[in-house]
């Protein structure tokens, strides 16, 4: 009787220890990852595998989760022809309470009938930070400064994103004290991963994700 009761208690420890463990066990870091086609991935063939958003995936881990949020054409200024902030993507970014958020928006804002609404980019821009801030999720969010148009198809052009919206997105991390990640430079000696001039191809989403990388990595959240 008593070896029973030994064993009986044994397995109600066993259980305890087990439903403990499961109970601590750290929930992933929640990332999102918000854009247009370039965060899409426009032209990439695999795009479960080779996007920056599912690189980032793969490179961090099990401790993160990665969405993807981008929408092909879509711009950061609501008066522009497609807004970002119109659009379901849009809400289940913030449905997915992200502890972690990168935007890169900006590139579709420089086409000549979407930049004439230029002085409300800043004014849209706070406002896309915000709704996120607001989340009870309280998440970090990077700002990306777009990388460059290597000509003018669709419409854009890289003038505009160079001396309009970078500007813009700097003025803006700087007022409201958020981190800028830089993707912009890296990229303008890099002709070669635009294939068609605006969309990075497999090489240079790869380079994305490991610029963004040790930024994401230097955030610190308690899970």
């Not at 599912?54 to 200024?77: C, E, K």
């Amino acid at each position: 009787m008593k070896n029973m009761n030994r064993t009986i208690n044994r397995i109600i420890l066993t259980v305890f220890i087990v439903i403990a463990v499961a109970s601590c066990k750290k929930e992933p870091v929640r990332i999102a990852c918000v854009g247009d086609s370039i965060t899409y991935g426009h032209g990439i063939a695999n795009r479960e595998r080779d996007t920056y958003p599912a690189l980032l995936d793969s490179l961090l881990g099990s401790g993160y989760d990665v969405r993807n949020f981008g929408i092909s054409g879509r711009t950061l200024m609501n008066c522009g022809d497609f807004p970002y902030m119109s659009e379901q993507i849009y809400r289940e970014a913030l449905d997915f309470a992200p502890q972690i958020v990168t935007i890169m928006l900006g590139t579709n804002d420089s086409k000549p009938q979407n930049w004439t609404c230029k002085n409300n980019f800043k004014s849209d821009l706070k406002l896309l930070i915000d709704s996120f801030r607001e989340l009870p999720s309280k998440p970090d969010v990077l700002l990306c400064l777009p990388v460059p148009a290597m000509g003018g198809a669709w419409g854009i052009n890289d003038s505009v994103i160079y001396n309009g919206v970078i500007p813009y997105i700097k003025e803006v991390a700087s007022e409201e004290g958020i981190r800028l990640i830089d993707l912009n430079t890296p990229m303008q000696s890099h002709r070669e991963y635009f294939p068609d001039t605006i969309h990075p191809d497999e090489e240079g989403q790869k380079k994305i994700s490991e610029i963004i990388l040790p930024v994401i990595k230097s955030i610190k959240r308690k899970r």
